[in-house]
């Protein structure tokens, strides 16, 4: 028996929920989920979670690939819809975005929690870890802190727990910079993640994610270890 | 363009959501999702959407028929896992039932609702509709008002509806005799739908799920037009 509760955290390959594992990890044993919805870059995605696995040491049976051909099916998003145009960020707009961009799945964090969630009753998981960011993000609803609020009432009403699963945000109001500062503090692995949107080869550095992404790194003062193609 | 607004109704094949979609038709336009899990019986399941949608003459496009691997892969439940086997209804207890049987699945319909919350996204859905019984069920805790109340909140919140999506559970507080009666009135195709847990070709008829149904007809006063294996 570990002598660590057991934490489910959803892992992208990307870098927010690498540091989410990498804070998760203080105080629980892991287990990971990854989800592929039929997003462009998904086998370099799997590729960036698989290694971020191997660096935690995360035992097999305590992995979990679900690949999910409805959101992609339902379409309305440019991640998931090849006939629609990834958008290069607006450098100087990126923070500021008050409209939602068509790279927004829709109800995307709640499927990917459902899942989630089933699995965590399945194992008798206490905790389960989500790396949305509401302060520094492209302004997607599902990544609000109130979602996550009114989906912790949704677990407590819908399953059979009798200590119900709790929901951790522990990035939701951080900046990106602050994201990348304490995973550097925290030792994650940031050269094996993930971020952008639109190539799996070197990453584009315009979509809204690389910018996210690079603007990060320069406000917190290191250099990005991942390669750009300019 | 269409007078009625558009709803979309989660349709199993069985006979709640069968009369739910009655209900749902009298104001609103039909798009009708069905959704495979993994469960033993979903060809039969999937034969009597495919039957239930005919009737009421719902275009191809309003069909979604989506298939998950991860319920049946994340186990749980003598539904999804032919290792466990799907008990006998004790036919006094059935409504009483206080512990919760191993045909849950866990967090079932916060995955389907999922699913449903991200079309009606892109369709421009209004309504959605499930046919969810608190009072005569199995004690499931996805069945209870409590959690469709909660769901609600996480449609408000982790959407970009301006007018969100509304979640209707007519049948919550009816008991299965209702339910029939209901759908009789309604002109619902009751001999069309599946409630069999165990079988596709005839129906056990001592399942839980069969159990629940006969005694709702019983108490109706008519005649349950489905086959039975005695």
Redesign the interface.
Known sequence: MSAKPLAIVLASGGMDSCVTIAMAAKSYELALLHVNYGQRTQDRELHAFTAIADHYEVPEDRR?V??????A????SSLTDNTIEIPSADPGAVHAASS?PNT????????M???A???A??LGAEALFIGAVEEDSSGY??C?E??Y???Q??I?????YERPLKIHTPLIHLAKSEIISQGLELGAPLHLTWSCYRNSDTACGTCESCRLRLRGFEQAGVEDPVEYAW
Chains 1, 2 share one sequence.
């Open positions: 979990l679900i690949s999910i051909e409805h959101l099916k339902i379409g309305g939602i927004y799945v829709p109800f995307r964090n709640a499927n929690l459902s899942i969630v089933s699995w009753e399945v609803p599902d609000r109130e979602f609020v009114a989906y009432r949704v407590e009403s819908g399953t059979k």
